[in-house]
């Protein structure tokens, strides 16, 4: 993922005397200081997972959170599981539903999604997922959220009412366990439907289910880039 703007573009001082970094989340004003411009994405969007959604057409990574993978279940307090990135999903799903949505780009990541920060009808939807303890302040990048993270940790919600696995942490976890059977350690499996040509990560929930048979153009990859260089595209949300 890009480095955030704020660290990188150098306009972190103008906006702090602008007033528009006032608060811990950028806000629809932050997000309005380029104006209308090409970087601009606006219209219905379509939930992929917790931290990613479609719109118009280009899919949008959400930058600066890490939210639970759909597979990943995390710790309920006093015991037991709660099927978080499911409910990551939702409640991204509940936030960009209706008109009004629109994200600014911040660049694009190694498999060609755009970064972006977006908001609807006011409302910081990056931070949002933050602040109800949906997703992690993704620090390895920026730490644009980590005020609105320890909010939420204060306040034990969601991923925060007790101790639980981190995405990135699940997502290294299966990823180690996949390797280990895979042809050379290559576990990305590509699969071909009549949906196309598709990429399956070993986090996938349908992973386990997926055969790849190499007499019919089906292939392993070992990174994701080189899936995406070959012409498939990864599985939407499973």
């Not at 906006?15 to 989340?25: H, K």
């Not at 909010?151 to 995405?167: F, P």
Request: a neutral charge; charged letters at 25%.
């Amino acid at each position: 993922m890009a480095e955030s703007y704020l660290k990188t573009s150098g306009l972190a001082v103008a906006f702090a005397l602008t007033g528009l970094l006032s608060s811990s989340t950028p806000s629809l004003a932050l997000l309005n200081w380029f104006g209308g411009s090409n970087d601009e994405i606006a219209g219905r969007a379509i939930v992929v997972d917790g931290d990613t959604i479609d719109v118009d057409g280009r899919r949008v990574r959400l930058e600066g959170i890490d939210a639970p993978e759909l597979s990943q279940t995390c710790t309920k307090q006093g015991g037991g599981t709660w099927a978080c990135g499911r409910a990551a999903a939702n409640a991204l799903d509940d936030l960009v539903r209706g008109t009004g949505l629109v994200c600014k780009s911040e660049g694009k990541d190694k498999y060609g999604r755009t970064l972006g920060l977006c908001a609807r009808d006011g409302l910081d939807l990056n931070g949002e997922m933050v602040r109800r303890g949906l997703a992690w302040a993704f620090v390895k990048y920026t730490k644009t959220y980590v005020g609105v993270e320890a909010e939420a940790r204060k306040a034990h919600a969601g991923i925060w009412q007790a101790d639980t696995q981190t995405a990135w942490d699940y997502r290294s976890a299966r990823w180690q366990t996949a390797e280990t059977a895979a042809p050379d350690g290559c576990a990305i499996k590509g699969n071909i439907s009549g949906n196309g040509r598709i990429y399956h990560m070993p986090w996938n929930t349908w992973y386990p289910k997926v055969k790849v048979d190499a007499a019919l153009g089906e292939k392993w990859f070992c990174d994701e880039a080189a899936a995406v260089a070959a012409g498939w595209r990864p599985a939407k949300g499973d």
